[in-house]
């Protein structure tokens, strides 16, 4: 006989003491769903995804805790329990007896999922390299990542992500990015703290980086200059890019000009190489009209 357990979204979350909680994210109207001892894995999840409407390849955590009375003495300290094979679903519905009102907790999207799988210290892998497996320590966690990284980490923002990378492949650049933020957060016994927040910046989202490596923050009060104007710009697809450069096939209205300079006797070399004489054709066109506005592409 199965039994009824109440669907709770949302994400655990662990403070700096260590107690584990859980922030439920959903609109407050809980689906239930029935389990029962012999149901595998796959079957409660793919029933749970049609239930909260979450896509296939939508990375889940489902996850589970014991009554108050079996966390004893750790109490909030206890983690929760992920669900990841057959077996696990078989132990909850017997566990489930001694609960009086039995809760799966469903953490969805690869951000939230990296969350809880960070928290947790959960291995991952990365082509043939695991990342956190049994007897590997933090400090040599902490190496390890350094090592993967190389140097500086690019900070980027999450629409370009998500451009980039479906939903599986999301979930390991989240938790890569929640490991590096952690390691250049943290003091080590070679180098000074890094703060993650002056890591290179490619979109400017955040922070504007210079050539000299001075962050620019654009919010800052020091930097609001009413006399500056600020153009924003929207995304454009690849199509569009196209179409906003000028078609090669048709004529320039330009002529040739010729930029000539001495010759020096590193060009001896390149004597047996080219035939034609030392210059170079460059193409002049008229500058554009000047505008007003702003152009876009």
């Known amino acids: 006989m199965g039994r009824l357990f109440r669907l709770v979204m949302g994400l655990w979350s662990k403070s700096s003491n260590g107690d584990w909680s859980f922030q439920e994210t959903g609109s407050g109207h809980d689906e239930s769903l029935i389990i029962n001892r012999n ?46 094979c057959d077996k696990d679903v078989e132990i909850m519905s017997t566990v489930s007896d001694y609960m009086y009102d039995p809760v799966l907790y ?6 939230q999922v990296a969350k809880y799988q960070f928290y947790c210290r959960s291995p991952f892998k990365i082509d043939e390299t695991t990342y956190l497996k049994d007897g590997v320590t ?38 890569v990015a929640l490991e590096i933020e952690m390691v250049y957060g943290v ?9 993650p927040a002056e890591f290179l910046n490619l979109t400017g989202e955040e922070n504007m980086a210079t050539d000299e490596g001075v962050s620019i923050h654009p919010l800052h009060p020091a930097n609001d200059d009413p006399n ?13 890019l196209e179409y906003a450069f000028i078609d090669n096939s048709s004529p320039l209205d330009v002529e040739p000009l010729n930029v000539w300079r001495e010759s020096t006797p590193d060009d001896a070399n390149w004597d047996a190489m080219m035939d034609n004489e030392d210059g170079y054709e460059v193409y002049l066109s008229q500058p554009p009209h000047p505008t007003e506005g702003v152009l876009g592409l």
């Open 187 to 195: 003091p080590n016994d070679h180098e000074e703290t890094e703060d």
């Open 228 to 240: 500056i104007q600020v153009l924003h710009g929207e995304p454009i697809t690849i199509e569009q």
């Open 138 to 175: 933090e400090e040599e966690h902490r190496e390890a990542i350094r090592d993967l990284v190389g140097g500086h980490p690019i900070v980027c923002s999450h629409h370009i992500l998500e451009l980039m990378y479906n939903e599986p492949q999301l979930l390991l650049v989240y938790r």
């Open 106 to 111: 469903v953490t969805s999207g690869p951000e």
């Open 39 to 84: 149901d595998s894995f796959e079957g409660v999840l793919e029933r749970i995804r049609i239930m909260v409407d979450l896509g296939i390849l939508t990375p889940v955590a489902l996850t589970y805790q014991l009554p108050d009375w079996m966390l004893e003495p750790e109490g909030a300290k206890s983690p929760p329990i992920t669900l990841l």
